[in-house]
């Protein structure tokens, strides 16, 4: 027999986690599901981290789970709309802004008693810096809870769920949706469920789920950008004058060559260099911790091309994919490494090599020849924006600074929708996985919003 809310949320991030919240602090008698293809939060663990290297889990626990991709992330909060998405274009700058400001004043009442949060502000004087040689720093407020402390908090916020009447669902993937008298029906490997809304909030690696759900409903969709690049990783002291004011410095670059926009973003102070599974393509990631005990004495940060199709092509995230899937049949099923020394002389990095670096990985990964992944035009934008970066962190483009790749962002198609996000009758579509979102605190904001849409329908 099968279960029926009014609200049914698929996915059990960021975004999913504050409709849920949002839903249910307004209205005590709303029965709500959270269904989740992941595992609880803690029971999430991923086997690279222990060094054994990606064993491919069927459900990976870096990228699935309650609490998200972003619970293991660096627990970054953006605390405005210049970047992480497109939210302020949507919903005004006004609007938008409130909803942010919302998300933190939940993140406040989840956080521990004596965790100090700290937040940063923008710096004139960097600014400038970046400017007079050419780059653009973006600034905005940041909230900086770190991987752990992010983490506590996700927690803490999933029990509140659990203790006021949302059943959350684990490891239940929704493979289709269908129509009812009432709402929807909602099938799962082991049984159905029943909706009279629903929010999806799968995030980027629901793009899958999303696409035909849309086909399935003639929703008209739209093609977002992509983009391919390296993680880079190198001595946290190069970066310190960025990072000991604003934490994570966001810059972009227009490359001489072709002119194209790259953005150095994702900055790790002390952290380390992660992988993650991705539908069984590792891709590279970054990690920090506000544990001092956790700091390494590297830093690493994304370099990432972006590119965006015209007709007719319109399959952009499978383009992105197969330079990913390349990478990996090299190294043999991992993530490849390569100093930038060596990437400047045309030559693969080896063990040897690797070994004799003065910048120690943090990320047990193939020792390769990045140029053999990626193509020329992007290739030659990473190597220009590094010397560029260069120029306002001296030492960013020294030899023994470590390539890592791929790291890819497939934004999601972006659904027809109203003002509401809701993208068919009843269904509603939020987060990373809307094609509007990328990141964790307009994410959230878009979960809180569509409840207060649902609640005063």
Request: with cysteine; aromatic share 8%.
């Amino acid at each position: 027999m099968s279960k029926t809310y009014d609200v049914i949320i698929i996915g059990g991030g960021i975004g999913g986690l504050m409709a849920a919240y949002g839903l249910r602090s307004r209205d005590a008698k709303l029965r709500v599901a959270i269904l989740e293809k992941g595992r609880p939060v803690e029971q999430r663990s991923c086997p690279a981290s222990k060094g054994k290297g990606c064993v491919y889990c069927p459900v990976c626990s870096i990228t699935s789970g309650f609490a998200g991709a972003g619970a293991f992330s660096d627990g970054k909060f953006n605390l405005g709309t210049a970047y992480g998405g497109t939210l302020g274009e949507e919903l005004g700058e006004t609007l938008a802004m409130t909803y942010i400001g919302a998300v933190s004043r939940v993140l406040d009442r989840f956080t521990p008693e004596g965790i100090e949060i700290k937040e940063y502000g923008s710096n004139e004087a960097l600014k400038l810096k970046c400017l007079q040689n050419n780059l653009r720093l973006l600034d905005m407020n940041v909230k900086h809870l770190g991987t752990d402390n992010n983490l506590l908090i996700m927690q803490n916020l999933i029990q509140w769920l659990g203790e006021n009447g949302v059943d959350l669902v684990p490891n239940t993937e929704v493979t289709h949706v269908a129509r009812s008298e009432d709402g929807y029906v909602l099938s799962t490997q082991r049984e159905e469920y029943r909706a009279g809304k629903i929010i999806i909030a799968t995030g980027r690696n629901g793009a899958e789920f999303v696409g035909s759900l849309c086909r399935q409903f003639e929703i008209p969709m739209h093609s977002n950008a992509v983009d391919i690049g390296v993680r880079v990783e190198m001595k946290d002291a190069i970066w310190r004058e960025f990072s000991s004011q604003i934490y994570e410095p966001k810059i972009l670059c227009r490359t001489k060559t072709f002119e194209d926009r790259t953005r150095m973003f994702c900055f790790n102070q002390g952290g380390i260099v992660s992988a993650e599974n991705n539908d069984n393509v590792i891709t590279a990631n970054g990690h920090s911790f506000s544990d001092p005990a956790k700091k390494t004495e590297n830093c690493n940060f994304a370099i990432l091309s972006s590119i965006r199709f015209t007709e007719p092509f319109n399959n952009p995230t499978e383009y992105a994919k197969s330079f990913s899937k390349m990478a990996n049949l090299i190294g043999k099923g991992n993530v490849l490494v390569q100093r930038f020394g060596d990437l400047i002389r045309g030559r693969r990095t080896n063990d040897h090599r690797l070994g004799q670096n003065t910048v120690i990985p943090t990320l047990t990964a193939t020792a390769g020849d990045l140029s053999l992944a990626l193509p020329h035009r992007i290739l030659t934008n990473i190597i220009e924006t590094i010397y560029a970066l260069d120029k306002v962190a001296p030492g960013t483009a020294n030899d023994d600074t470590l390539l890592y790749g791929l790291e890819s962002k497939y934004y999601s198609i972006k659904p027809d929708h109203d003002k509401r996000f809701m993208i068919y009758d009843g269904i509603y579509l939020i987060g990373d996985g809307s094609g509007i979102c990328r990141g964790l605190s307009q994410s959230g904001a878009m979960g809180l919003y569509v409840a207060d849409q649902i609640l005063d329908a």
